[in-house]
C-alpha cells in the first residue's frame, strides 16, 4: 500500500470500558497492518498503557458538552487532521462527534462513528444530539440490538444512499481474557488483597456503580438465596467503580446493612486485572435493567470459562447462547436471578466446566478482538477507496 491509512480515533476518556477498550484495541491493530494511528482522548487510565511509539496520542478536553469548547475542539482536530494528513476520523461518543463532524466538513475527510449506546432521549432537542452518531459516512453498531434501536429511532438522520449502517460485534482480547494464563499466585494475590474466601460459592457482579447496571437487584436476589434451607455457603462480590455516585453507593451499602448480608456482599472498588477477577469466580451476574448495547461482561465471563447469568434484554440475548455457555433471567425480576442462581448452585462440577468451555468456544467464535479490528479496517479501506 503506497500510500498509508491513517486514522484519528476521537473519545471522551481512554478507561476500561467496553467503547475505551475497543478503540485501545483497534489503535494498536493498525500499525501492524502498515497504517498510522492516533487517538484524541481527555485523559483515561488505559492511556499509559498506549505504546507511544506505535500510537500518538493528543489530549483535549473532548469529554465537555460545552458548546464553546466543541467548538473550540472542532478545530484543533482540523489542524491535526491537516498536520497529519489524516484520512479517516472515526468518533466514539456524542460530545466529541459533534466535533469531528464539524472537522471532517472543514478538511473533507471521511467520517466513521460507533454507536456505542441507546442515548435515551425524551425531547426533540436530546434526540438531536444524538443525531450526530449517524451523521457519519459509516455508522457502527455493536450488535444486532443497536443496529435496530438506530434503524427505530434514527433513520430520519441517514441522508439516502450517502451513508451505511452496519453490524461490528465488539471483540476482545482473547489472549488477555484466557483462563490458562492466570496463574495461581494472581488468585492468591487477589484473595489476599481483597479478603476473599475461595473455599465459598463466589458469585461477582462486575460494572460501574450505577443504578441501570442492577445492583440493587443483585442484592435483593442474594438475600433471597441467603434465606433457602440446605445451601452451600456462598459469597456476593460487587466489582466497580461509583465514578462520583457516591450517594448511590451509600444507598448500596444501606441496603445491604438493612438486610444483614455484610458478611456475605462484599465492595470492591477496582480491579486491573479483571480476567483474574473472573477467574476466582463460580458464577457472574449482569444483571442490567436497561438493555445492554453488548453486554461485555456476558462475552468476558464467557472467555474466562466462568458460567453468566444475565437479564434477557439488549445484547445479551444475542452474545449468551441460553442454556448452553449462560443462562438469561427476567429483567428487574430477583426472585427470577435468584432462582436462577441456587439452580447453577446445585450443579455439578462437570456440569459448570462444560458450560464454561462451551462460553469460550462461543467467544473465539463470534467476539474475537482481532476479527472486530479486521472487519473494522477492511470498511475504513473501502470508505478511502482501497478496496
Not at 449502517?165 to 494475590?189: A, H, M, Q, T, W
Not at 462484599?266 to 476466582?280: G, L, Q, S
Not at 447462547?321 to 455439578?348: E, P, R
Request: proline letters at 3%; glycine letters at 6%.
Amino acid at each position: 500500500m503506497k500510500n498509508k491509512i491513517k486514522v484519528l480515533q476521537v473519545i471522551p476518556k481512554l478507561g476500561y470500558g467496553g467503547a475505551e477498550t475497543g478503540c485501545y484495541d483497534l489503535a494498536h491493530y493498525l500499525p501492524e497492518q502498515n497504517c498510522k494511528s492516533f487517538i484524541i482522548a481527555s485523559g483515561g487510565e488505559l492511556l499509559k498503557f498506549v505504546n507511544k511509539n506505535k500510537v500518538k496520542v493528543f489530549k483535549l478536553p473532548v469529554h465537555s458538552k460545552n458548546p464553546i469548547l466543541i467548538l473550540m475542539n472542532s478545530l484543533i482536530i482540523s489542524l491535526i487532521i491537516v498536520i497529519y494528513n489524516i484520512n479517516i476520523v472515526h468518533a466514539r461518543s456524542r460530545a466529541p462527534a459533534w466535533s469531528c463532524l464539524i472537522a471532517t466538513k472543514i478538511t473533507a475527510r471521511k467520517f466513521v462513528t460507533t454507536f456505542h449506546g441507546t442515548y435515551n432521549f425524551n425531547n426533540s432537542l436530546k434526540k438531536f444530539y444524538n443525531s450526530v452518531m449517524v451523521r457519519s459516512h459509516l455508522v457502527i453498531a455493536g450488535s444486532n440490538f443497536i443496529f435496530s434501536h438506530i434503524g427505530d429511532n434514527y433513520s430520519e438522520f441517514f441522508l439516502k444512499n450517502k451513508r451505511k449502517l452496519l453490524v461490528i460485534f465488539r471483540g476482545i482480547n482473547l489472549n488477555y481474557f484466557d483462563p490458562k494464563k492466570i496463574v495461581p499466585s494472581r488468585i492468591e494475590k487477589f484473595l489476599k488483597k481483597n479478603d476473599v474466601d475461595r473455599n465459598k460459592f463466589i458469585i461477582l457482579l462486575p460494572g460501574r456503580l450505577t443504578a441501570w447496571k442492577g445492583q440493587k437487584i443483585f442484592i435483593e436476589a442474594l438475600k433471597i438465596l441467603s434465606t433457602k434451607e440446605n445451601i452451600q455457603s456462598f459469597s456476593g462480590i460487587i466489582l466497580g467503580d461509583d465514578q462520583g455516585r457516591t450517594v448511590y453507593t451509600k444507598q448500596l451499602m444501606a441496603l445491604v446493612q438493612q438486610y444483614r448480608l455484610s458478611k456475605i456482599i462484599k465492595f470492591i472498588n477496582k480491579c486491573e486485572e479483571m480476567p483474574v477477577a473472573y477467574r476466582v469466580a463460580n458464577l457472574v451476574c449482569s444483571c442490567s435493567v436497561e438493555p445492554e448495547a453488548f453486554g461485555r461482561v456476558a462475552v468476558e465471563s464467557q472467555a474466562m470459562e466462568i458460567p453468566i447469568i444475565a437479564s434477557d434484554i439488549g445484547g445479551s440475548k444475542e452474545t449468551i447462547v441460553k442454556d448452553k455457555t449462560g443462562f438469561l433471567y427476567k429483567s428487574k425480576d430477583f426472585n427470577a436471578l435468584a432462582d436462577a442462581i441456587h439452580n447453577i448452585m446445585q450443579k455439578d462440577y462437570n456440569s459448570l466446566k462444560s458450560i464454561g468451555n462451551e462460553g469460550r468456544k462461543n467467544v473465539i467464535k463470534k467476539f474475537d478482538v482481532d476479527k472486530m479490528c479486521h472487519t473494522t479496517f477492511t470498511e475504513y479501506k473501502k470508505l478511502i477507496g482501497l478496496m
